[in-house]
Nanobody
């Protein structure tokens, strides 16, 4: 079983930055891709970024140019660096272990979620 723990959220002003972390229970980067999802109240859980086993990165249009996903295999950790944050980025963010064949397919391995609030 793969266990994921995500953390790093908080309250920031518009234009601010945060770094989210996702720590896996084992070395999974040769097996799974890692995606970051977010879900605001009353809305769907949407994929915002993912990194493939090969290290390729992909971003939703809404965050492209502002967010950066990266990984540190030695630490079993994937990061989401969020810059120029907007109130619309407010959501609970979840990391996920998934499969990728041109489309990202989430598995049921999820972090517990970390709250990001962007407000003045």
């Amino acid at each position: 079983q793969v266990q994921l723990v995500d953390f790093g959220g908080g309250l920031v002003q518009p234009g601010g930055s945060l770094r989210l972390s996702c720590v896996a229970s084992e070395s999974i980067f040769g097996v799974y891709n890692i995606g970051w999802y977010r879900q605001a109240p009353g809305k769907q859980r949407d994929l915002v970024a993912f990194i493939t086993i090969d290290g390729d990165t992909n971003y939703a249009d809404s965050v492209k140019g502002r967010f950066t996903i990266s990984r540190d295999n030695a630490k079993n950790t994937v990061y989401l660096h969020m810059n120029s944050l907007k109130p619309e980025d407010t959501a609970v963010y979840y990391c996920n272990a998934g499969w990728y064949n041109g489309i990202y397919y989430p598995t049921n391995y999820w972090g517990q979620g970390t709250q990001v609030t962007v407000s003045s």
